[in-house]
């Protein structure tokens, strides 16, 4: 089922993001932990991809056991930055042998130790070469592109980054998903502007439960993202004690997620980082809610 099938609805709905193993050894751990999210049955489940494609293959795999064995629609993520066009090819017409219809078109970090080095005889520069391939391609994918409320930590104005993020949607994204953020206002603020600016797609906001204190100095870390005095307050007070921080960082996502159905979003992507508690733990304090 392509996504965009979903997304025009206008219910409340939740989705999750895992990630593949890093390597064969967890293979079967992080199956087990997927099969238990996908058990809850959200709106669909995306598959990361790991930096530089090295778990491919597993993305693939995940993807396509989602998708076959729960029936969950599956959103399979593909990063093209360092990539040749011939890999690049050969993943887009893997994903679409497993006969999964959506894809999450993304540029993909840097390569740390390639950051300084000329980059102008590379395939890809930026998300929007892979899905104007995609598009090109003529496989019909459904398409998402990545976006960023406190702007992307490469860039330094927001203006510019909402111009190219619309040359994006007019491209052929169908939906976005948000970096994570800690502050609703920055996201409503955020889609204020980008309907502004003529970004009329699905915007879907991405949540990050934070269940543990080490785990929010990595998220901000890596996304720059705002943390308000009152979530810091909260890590605080709760941060040395793992469950009591499980239980303060589920809820203060809910109260997130309950704040932007209440504002008229309707699907919510939680990256529920290969934790079934985490993913579970919201999604019954929002039962009655989902109607679940
Ligand atoms: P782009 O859209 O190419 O944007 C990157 C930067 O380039 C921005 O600063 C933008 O303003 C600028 N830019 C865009 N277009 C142009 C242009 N035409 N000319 C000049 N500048 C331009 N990483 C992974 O490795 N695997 C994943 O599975 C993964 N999933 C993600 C999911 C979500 C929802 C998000 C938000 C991020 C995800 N990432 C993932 C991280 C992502 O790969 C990085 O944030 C990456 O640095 C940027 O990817 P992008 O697709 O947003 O890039």
Same mark, same amino acid.
């Given at each position: 089922m392509k996504l965009t099938e979903i997304l025009y609805q206008n219910i409340c709905s939740l989705s999750f993001e895992v990630f593949p193993p890093k390597a064969?050894?967890?293979?079967?751990?992080?199956?087990?932990?997927?099969?238990?999210?996908?058990?809850?049955?959200?709106?669909?489940?995306s598959v990361t991809y790991g930096a530089g494609g090295g778990t491919s293959e597993y993305t693939l795999r995940i993807a396509e056991e989602i998708?076959?064995?729960?029936?969950?629609?599956?959103?399979?993520?593909?990063?093209?930055?360092?990539?040749t066009k011939e890999t690049v090819a050969e993943k887009i017409a893997a994903i679409k042998a497993a006969g999964i219809e959506n894809i999450?078109?993304?540029?993909?970090?840097?390569?740390p130790e390639l950051a300084g080095t000329d980059r102008s005889g590379w395939a890809y520069h930026h998300a929007i070469d892979l899905i104007r391939e995609l598009k090109e391609s003529g496989a019909d994918f459904c398409? $998402? $592109?990545?976006?960023?409320?406190?702007?992307?930590?490469?860039?330094?104005?927001?203006?510019e980054d909402i111009r190219y993020l619309k040359e994006k949607t007019d491209a052929g994204c169908d939906f976005l998903t948000t970096q994570m953020f800690f502050d609703n206002n920055?996201?409503? &603020?955020?889609?204020?502007?980008?309907?502004?600016?003529?970004?009329?797609?699905?915007?879907?906001?991405?949540?990050?439960?934070?269940? &543990?204190?080490?785990?929010?100095?990595?998220?901000?870390?890596?996304? $720059?993202?705002?943390?308000p005095q009152r979530f810091k307050a909260l890590v605080d007070r709760f941060g040395a004690d793992d469950r009591a921080m499980m239980q303060a960082g589920i809820a203060y996502a809910t109260d997130q997620i309950i704040d932007l159905y209440a504002n008229g979003i309707t699907n919510v992507h939680v990256y529920s980082m290969n934790k079934p508690e985490v993913a579970a733990g919201i999604q019954r304090n929002l039962s009655a809610i989902l109607g679940k």
């Amino acid at each position: 089922m392509k996504l965009t099938e979903i997304l025009y609805q206008n219910i409340c709905s939740l989705s999750f993001e895992v990630f593949p193993p890093k390597a064969d050894a967890a293979f079967e751990s992080v199956k087990a932990a997927v099969e238990e999210i996908a058990r809850l049955k959200p709106a669909f489940m995306s598959v990361t991809y790991g930096a530089g494609g090295g778990t491919s293959e597993y993305t693939l795999r995940i993807a396509e056991e989602i998708k076959e064995r729960y029936t969950v629609p599956t959103l399979a993520h593909l990063t093209c930055v360092s990539s040749t066009k011939e890999t690049v090819a050969e993943k887009i017409a893997a994903i679409k042998a497993a006969g999964i219809e959506n894809i999450m078109a993304l540029r993909g970090d840097i390569p740390p130790e390639l950051a300084g080095t000329d980059r102008s005889g590379w395939a890809y520069h930026h998300a929007i070469d892979l899905i104007r391939e995609l598009k090109e391609s003529g496989a019909d994918f459904c398409i $998402g $592109g990545a976006c960023y409320p406190e702007i992307h930590v490469e860039s330094t104005d927001q203006r510019e980054d909402i111009r190219y993020l619309k040359e994006k949607t007019d491209a052929g994204c169908d939906f976005l998903t948000t970096q994570m953020f800690f502050d609703n206002n920055l996201f409503y &603020n955020f889609l204020y502007k980008i309907r502004e600016a003529g970004i009329t797609v699905p915007i879907i906001p991405g949540i990050m439960p934070i269940t &543990n204190a080490r785990q929010l100095a990595r998220a901000i870390h890596l996304s $720059g993202s705002f943390v308000p005095q009152r979530f810091k307050a909260l890590v605080d007070r709760f941060g040395a004690d793992d469950r009591a921080m499980m239980q303060a960082g589920i809820a203060y996502a809910t109260d997130q997620i309950i704040d932007l159905y209440a504002n008229g979003i309707t699907n919510v992507h939680v990256y529920s980082m290969n934790k079934p508690e985490v993913a579970a733990g919201i999604q019954r304090n929002l039962s009655a809610i989902l109607g679940k």
